[in-house]
């Protein structure tokens, strides 16, 4: 059982770390500029089950031991990597009609909700970090050490999911601004593929 000063403690910090620039965060904002609000709030959903995921992961022993094989880490930096190019790809196609391939804004939910999940599922780095930051919350005469850790991670997954929800919210707001210039969204739709390249070179070349 978590105490009410671990929990206070650990929100503080989750926010901040969720409000300093970051590939997911920064994908929340091109996402929502592009298509809206709600694209933006099922994008950071699918961010939000991805940690879900990692946590559990760490729970487990399954980040210590991706770290401690470097081909797996390779493998799975290289899978972003490559759907973050190909997120590019369709941004650089797009024309006025929206976002990424044009048909981005019929995307359903759901595709919107595993956007979000593969862009943090296939960041290796997520995980390693949380295996280094979770455990310094852990108490270990409490113990339980599994149950805390999966507790902690559903709290930075809530945080994460105020924080970057309203930083959907916030810049929904710019898609509203742009929908009704053609030049804008083929600016922004540009914009976003070169951030989409960029995040994808940065992910491949971490070590």
């Known amino acids: 059982m978590l105490s009410i000063e671990t929990i206070l403690a650990f929100s503080a910090t989750s926010a901040l770390l969720a409000l300093m620039p970051g590939p ?72 006025a009609s929206g976002g990424p391939g044009q048909d981005t804004p019929r995307l359903s939910s759901g595709k919107l909700v595993a956007r979000g999940f593969v862009m943090n599922i296939t960041n290796p780095k997520v995980a390693i970090f949380m295996l280094a930051f979770l455990p310094q919350f852990v108490v270990a005469d409490q113990g339980n050490i599994a149950g805390q850790i999966l507790s902690l991670g559903l709290i930075m997954a809530l945080v994460t999911l105020v924080v970057f929800g309203g930083i959907a919210l916030a810049s929904g707001f710019a898609s509203e ?14 914009m976003a593929g070169v951030v989409f390249l960029g995040l994808a070179f940065k992910l491949v070349t971490q070590k």
């Open 24 to 95: 997911d965060n920064l994908f929340v904002l091109t996402q929502s500029a592009l298509v809206g609000r709600r694209a933006g709030l099922m994008v950071v959903l699918g961010l939000c089950c991805g940690l879900a995921v990692h946590t559990a992961a760490v729970a487990l022993g399954l980040a210590a031991a991706m770290q401690a094989m470097p081909a797996a880490f390779t493998v799975l930096k290289t899978v972003g990597a490559a759907y973050l190019v190909y997120l590019a790809w369709g941004a650089f196609r797009a024309g």
């Open 177 to 190: 601004k742009i929908a009704g210039s053609s030049r804008a969204q083929v600016i922004m739709n540009r």
